[in-house]
């Protein structure tokens, strides 16, 4: 596109030159000042575009006045008398100029200016008494002059309503790309919904087959147990094994069911910024790493928003207690912050929820939500899904973003957007622990 455009300016610099090379070789030819002066608007006008981006403030003003100038200098050295040379229409270079760049008033001014310019040649030679004005002289000058103002209001008005056009593009290009974005972020969660359906639905079945056999094999390993307990104490031991190894089974066939079982979702108005404490709380009380510092940013005044208290707790609890594994070689930051948020043209609570750990993989971003994908060692790869179908499941949104701490280390950051409650009355319970 950069290229077609500056190939059809080349063309246009080369038309420009052209004409004003017809310039030249008209009467009068020998004249040396005007070739020179023509040479030099045509340097201007194939030089203007780089003053104007050089002097973006006072580069327009500029190149309108210096072709005032060159206008004023050119017609002095076409004509005995400057007011009567043929090339006077040189007054409208600068006058369109001015339309294109400035509004109407500024180009009114500018064409005031040039009609001045043009005006002023009249005067020197009727002061020296060596012209006089002949018979409809002035309505002459009075038509050449209005012609100027109406040029400059023509092409003033054509440039007005191209940059208004070019404006509109912009937006709309802008909505368009934003709504592209959405529709992207739209069909990304529709896909991990479907996996997540069909994968659940798998896992609810297995789940189902291979619970029956586990308690089979951990009532046998328990009557083992009991019945060898003092004559084999080997056997027992062995029996010992396979009754915790069958509970550790059990514990991760629960939460496959977990993940499976449809929610029920019961909402209502909240205090995310008090869920989120709680979570704080019940994951540094069960820590025994290196210290985590915390640090909060939460927006004042901040709505309810229209959640299921338990489930939300959970999601918090899941982002916070990766976020300290991930930080668990050697301590770091944890930073938490609540602020208002839209999605399109929907009125919600942001949550961003970030860390200086090791941070997440960009290739890896795409799956960290998928069932059964997890960069742990003794991980199941289940915490994520089950926190993306809670957010799913309340018509929210949570995705991974950049981020960089202060010291310039690149971590994780989950951002969750939980909708405003339709009633933002916060309950009398809350507003109590609150106090």
């Not at 750990?357 to 994908?373: A, D, S, Y």
Request: hydrophobic share 45%; charged share 20%.
């Amino acid at each position: 596109m950069a290229a077609k455009r500056q190939s059809k300016l080349d063309w246009m610099d080369l038309l420009w030159l052209l004409f004003l090379l017809g310039l030249a070789l008209l009467p009068p030819v020998a004249e040396v000042h005007k070739q020179i002066i023509i040479l030099a608007i045509g340097v201007l006008q194939l030089l203007e575009g780089r003053l104007v981006e050089q002097l973006p403030k006072r580069g327009k003003s500029y190149a309108v006045l210096l072709k005032i100038l060159l206008a004023m200098l050119l017609i002095s050295h076409t004509g005995q008398v400057g007011i009567n040379s043929s090339y006077y229409p040189i007054f409208y270079l600068p006058i369109v100029t001015a339309a294109v760049y400035f509004d109407a008033w500024l180009t009114l001014a500018w064409t005031l200016i040039a009609s001045a310019a043009y005006c002023s040649y009249l005067f020197p030679a009727l002061a020296l008494q060596e012209y006089e004005l002949a018979p409809g002289a002035i309505e002459e000058l009075a038509i050449r002059i209005l012609f100027f103002f109406l040029a400059a209001m023509v092409v003033n008005r054509f440039a007005t309503e191209n940059k208004r056009n070019t404006r509109r593009y912009q937006m709309l290009a802008e909505e368009l790309a934003k709504t592209n974005q959405e529709l992207e972020r739209a069909q990304a969660v529709a896909r991990r919904s479907e996996r997540l359906a069909a994968l659940g639905q798998l896992s609810a079945g297995l789940a189902h087959e291979i619970r029956n056999p586990l308690g089979i094999i951990k009532g046998s390993a328990e009557m083992l147990n009991q019945r060898v307990r003092t004559s084999e104490p080997l056997v027992a031991e062995l029996a010992g094994y396979i009754s915790s190894e069958v509970n550790r089974l059990s514990a991760l066939v629960s939460r496959f069911l977990d993940f499976a079982r449809p929610l029920r979702i019961e909402t209502r108005a909240c205090s995310v910024a008090e869920i989120v404490d709680r979570a704080l709380r019940a994951v540094a009380a069960n820590w025994s790493g290196p210290e985590i510092n915390i640090e909060r940013r939460y927006d004042r005044e901040l709505p309810p928003a229209a959640v299921d208290e338990n489930l939300c707790e959970q999601v918090f609890v899941n982002l916070i207690q990766n976020a300290y594994d991930a930080m668990s070689a050697t301590g770091g930051r944890l930073g938490v912050s609540i602020a208002n948020g839209m999605r399109g043209d929907r009125r919600g609570i942001e949550v961003r929820v970030s860390d200086s750990g090791p941070g997440i993989p960009v290739e890896l971003r795409e799956q960290i939500f998928n069932p059964f994908f997890t960069t742990k060692k003794s991980g199941v790869g289940l915490g994520l899904s089950i926190v993306s179908k809670i957010v799913d499941e309340h018509r929210g949104s949570i995705e991974i973003v950049n981020h960089q701490t202060r010291s310039g280390e690149s971590g994780a950051c989950f951002v969750i957007f939980l909708p405003l409650a339709e009633q933002a009355v916060i309950p009398e319970a809350e507003t109590a622990s609150r106090a």
